[in-house]
């Protein structure tokens, strides 16, 4: 291993030291201003940031592989792509929050600080080589979280949203935690290449205490990934949190978490591969299943983008357990498209909902696409993706998804995985039908577009398209992260 | 003499205590209280390991525990309290608006 004892390389920490500088001058920044109108601006700060880290993590791609506080991160392909995924996502967020903070009055700093917090979690989450980095990583990011969830204080749902987020989630890292715990206390160390080690020197495979760790560690992450049967979180928080941080965290938060999954089953714990396969792969058919089916019944459109998240999740959950180099690098790509298609969704969802939540229900949706044929283009760009129908980026990811199942032998798996994306046609299909075929009931105030906005959506439907159209360059950059792995 | 299986059993009944008590209770802070529990149970059973192994590392992890812990808590308290000011209960029965 290439622990380097006594040094503590900043470099390796570069991208998150400029997030964290960057939400400490938005505080500090927050304090100085205090015209209301100006601290609007705040904004553009966060972003910079954002950009300052995007440029300092680009310019880590494709280095030797280099690890820092006494082997604590590292810095690999790996953690390299999912930094700047968790970047894009981060600095999506914040544009599309420009309005809808500004609109209804919330204390822009704090918003926009905690949400360069949950970045800077995820991307240690990413980064982190060792049980005890995972685990602060993933708390940074959902302390940050807990708190945005319940950011409208006026909102009775917002504040329900927050506390059933905090109960579960705290619940959850417990689980984490003591599967850590018992990790530990099997193999010796808490270091994710050690405990791969000490497995397979001293045969440790049938230990019960490494079992159930790593029972408990799946308990942990499957919440975090929203993961039936502990998905019930999810909906709830999804539909009561402010819509751009639904967003964020259906993605960012699912990105981490399969980040941290990949690193510590994938990388440590390939020996218990037919253990934890086997869970994953009832994980992956209940969590499809039940989120394509549930959908269906939605009438309120952030509730049912949650259920179709869960689903999501369970489509990446085939790949992870096909694994192997084309099922790794399908996951990873997969993980790249549905950040884009999703939030470019969330985009959509974020410009036409008015103040105090209205305009959420399907029905609001109707006459949207003949009254402002782009927006309605966009989201039917955003949900034909979604339903992975050709030549979009999301059919690409659902394909590579599936033919690594088929290579790696899990054909039952592929084939409850293509009929669930045929039933979840019907429900993406129905917003765009909405939108475009059915009059609205009564005259619809007009959707304002707010610069910010415009351009999270462009940058969305373009990537959504060439990823789609141009698959390869993606996949080449997907295929030089897992190396690690191989 | 107390052995390191001991303090591993004491902590995964108390760890247990706390999961049923999420499950049980129905007043926010009481089912908080539980979870801080299983967060201890998990500090009682780094500890032991950490002793039997003569390893120092699961000691510094009680550490970061503790100190996430009280992080959460901060937060955890306000986000209660501000459901309470709102709703007048913390009974996570009565906080039904969005269905569980």
């Known amino acids: ?486 | 003499m107390v052995d390191t299986t001991q303090y591993l059993v004491l902590g995964a009944i108390l760890f247990c205590l706390g999961v049923a008590g999420v499950f049980i209770r129905r007043n926010a802070i009481v089912i908080f209280m539980c979870i801080e529990l299983m967060l201890n149970a998990v500090n009682l059973t780094f500890i032991a390991i950490s002793r039997s192994l003569g390893s120092i590392d699961g000691q510094v992890f009680v550490f970061f525990i503790m100190t996430v812990a009280a992080a959460e808590a901060a937060v955890g308290l306000a986000i209660i309290l501000s459901l309470y000011r709102r709703r007048q209960t913390i009974n996570v029965d009565e906080v039904n608006l969005l269905k569980w």
Request: charged content about 10%; aromatic content about 12%; hydrophobic content about 55%.
């Open chain 1, 1 to 486: 291993m290439g622990i380097e004892a006594g040094t503590v390389m900043l470099g390796i920490i570069g991208p998150e030291v400029v997030l964290v500088v960057a939400a400490l001058g938005l505080m500090v920044a927050d304090i100085i201003i205090k015209d209301e109108r100006e601290r609007q601006f705040l904004v553009w700060i966060g972003v910079a940031g954002i950009l300052g880290s995007l440029a300092v993590s680009a310019s880590l791609w494709g280095r030797e592989v280099a690890y820092g506080f006494y082997g604590m991160v590292v810095v690999d392909n790996f953690s390299t792509f999912f930094t700047l995924l968790f970047l894009v996502a981060g600095g999506l967020t914040l544009l599309m929050s420009h309005r809808y903070v500004q609109e209804r009055k919330l204390s822009p700093g704090e918003y926009y600080t905690l949400t360069l917090f949950a970045t800077c979690g995820m991307v240690l989450m990413g980064k982190s080589t060792d049980l005890i980095m995972i685990f602060l990583g993933l708390e940074v990011l959902s302390v940050s979280l807990y708190v945005l969830v319940g950011y409208v204080r006026g909102s009775d749902k917002g504040v329900e949203a927050s506390l059933k987020y905090f109960l579960l989630g705290a619940f959850s890292s417990g689980f984490l935690l003591y599967g850590i715990a018992l990790l530990y206390g099997a193999t010796g160390s808490t270091r994710l290449a050690e405990i791969g080690a000490a497995i397979a020197q001293k045969g440790l495979l049938g230990e019960p205490m490494l079992l159930a760790g790593m029972g408990l560690l799946l308990t942990g992450f499957g919440f975090k990934i929203a993961m039936v049967p502990f998905h019930m979180w999810a909906p709830d928080v999804y539909e009561g949190a402010p819509s751009p941080i639904t967003g964020f965290m259906s993605v960012g938060v699912k990105a981490a978490a399969f980040a941290a999954l990949l690193r510590v089953f994938a990388g440590s714990l390939p020996g218990l591969g037919i253990q934890w396969k086997e869970v994953l792969w009832l994980g992956s058919i209940l969590t499809m299943t039940l989120g394509n089916v549930t959908a269906l019944m939605q009438t309120n459109i952030k509730r049912m983008l949650a259920y179709s998240s869960i689903a999501h999740a369970g489509y990446i959950l085939i790949g992870v357990v096909a694994g192997g180099e084309t099922g790794t690098t399908a996951v990873l790509y997969y993980l790249l498209v549905y950040t884009l298609m999703n939030l470019g969704a969330f985009a959509v969802v974020v410009a036409i909902e008015q103040k105090d939540e209205k305009r959420l229900e399907l029905l609001d949706y109707a006459g949207m696409g003949t009254r402002h044929p782009a927006l309605g283009a966009a989201m039917a760009v955003f949900m034909f993706s979604l339903a992975g129908i050709p030549p979009l980026s999301g059919f690409m990811g659902k394909f590579y998804i599936f033919s690594a199942a088929v290579k790696e032998g899990y054909l039952g798996l592929t084939i409850i995985g293509v009929l669930n994306s045929l039933v979840s046609v019907y429900y993406y299909l129905r917003v765009t039908v909405m939108m475009f075929m059915k009059e609205p009931e009564a005259e619809i105030t007009p959707v304002l577009f707010h610069p910010s906005l415009v351009v999270v959506l462009i940058i969305a439907l373009f990537f959504t398209l060439q990823m789609g159209l141009f698959p390869s360059t993606y996949l080449h950059i997907a295929r030089e992260s897992i190396k690690i792995f191989l």
